[in-house]
T-cell receptor
Framework: RKEVEQDPGPFNVPEGATVAFNCTYS??????FFWYRQDCRKEPKLLMS???SGNEDGRFTAQLNRASQYISLLIRDSKLSDSATYLC???????????FGKGTRLHILP | DGGITQSPKYLFRKEGQNVTLSCEQN?????MYWYRQDPGQGLRLIYY???????QKGDIAEGYSVSREKKESFPLTVTSAQKNPTAFYLC??????????????FGQGTRLTVV
């Protein structure tokens, strides 16, 4: 099992819809979690951190379930500009590795 | 302005040549990383360094080499031993993840093509 797994998509979603991504991780060691966004042919950029209690930033909500070892990202009222690849990222403390999932491609349709 | 700079943006290599990709950061980050990304794929870790004069192999280190002589610099050499080097290479830096989990900052990437 890969350390970080995501559904590669693509998710084709009409504008205004709500879309959810999940990501599972296999290592239960101390680590922290993030969602990054990557636009086509660009570098990844941090979208948001993921906290145990869940956190929200505008239309975006991230949640962490340590017992089931998955994190999620919810995008409400999706915009055309949300079209991108969303990367699930784990920062592993014991060896300072930053591990990326393969990403989930999202296409918002007008 | 603080940031991380990769150069060149585009690089063409003949088969059998070694090429070196530059990565410089002025964010005072201890940790630096090199990733490779192939079309439609995620980021795969090549090498990473937690401190000057030390580095570790990632998942796909074969055919690559690095050095970390200065905190600011982490160049990657793609050697002739790398059989399929055409890819998008991304360099990142961050404070050490074990310090509490903070974001990684990326350079704009280098697109390497073998001709």
């Amino acid at each position: 099992r890969k350390e970080v797994e995501q559904d590669p998509g693509p998710f084709n979603v009409p504008e205004g819809a709500t879309v959810a991504f999940n990501c599972t991780y296999s290592n239960s060691a101390s680590q922290s979690f993030f969602w990054y966004r990557q636009d086509c042919r660009k570098e990844p950029k941090l979208l948001m951190s993921v906290y145990s209690s869940g956190n929200e930033d505008g239309r975006f909500t991230a949640q962490l379930n340590r017992a089931s070892q998955y994190i999620s990202l919810l995008i409400r009222d999706s915009k055309l500009s949300d079209s991108a690849t969303y990367l699930c990222v784990v920062n592993r403390y014991r060896d300072d590795k930053i591990i990326f999932g393969k990403g989930t491609r999202l296409h918002i349709l007008p | 302005d603080g940031g991380i700079t990769q150069s060149p943006k585009y690089l063409f290599r003949k088969e059998g040549q070694n090429v070196t990709l530059s990565c410089e950061q002025n964010l005072n980050h201890d940790a630096m990383y090199w990733y490779r990304q192939d079309p439609g794929q995620g980021l795969r870790l090549i090498y990473y360094s937690q401190i000057v004069n030390d580095f570790q192999k990632g998942d796909i280190a074969e055919g690559y080499s690095v050095s970390r002589e200065k905190k600011e610099s982490f160049p990657l050499t793609v050697t002739s031993a790398q059989k399929n080097p055409t890819a998008f290479y991304l360099c990142a830096s961050s404070p050490p993840p074990r310090t509490g989990g903070t974001e990684a900052f990326f350079g704009q990437g280098t697109r390497l093509t073998v001709v």
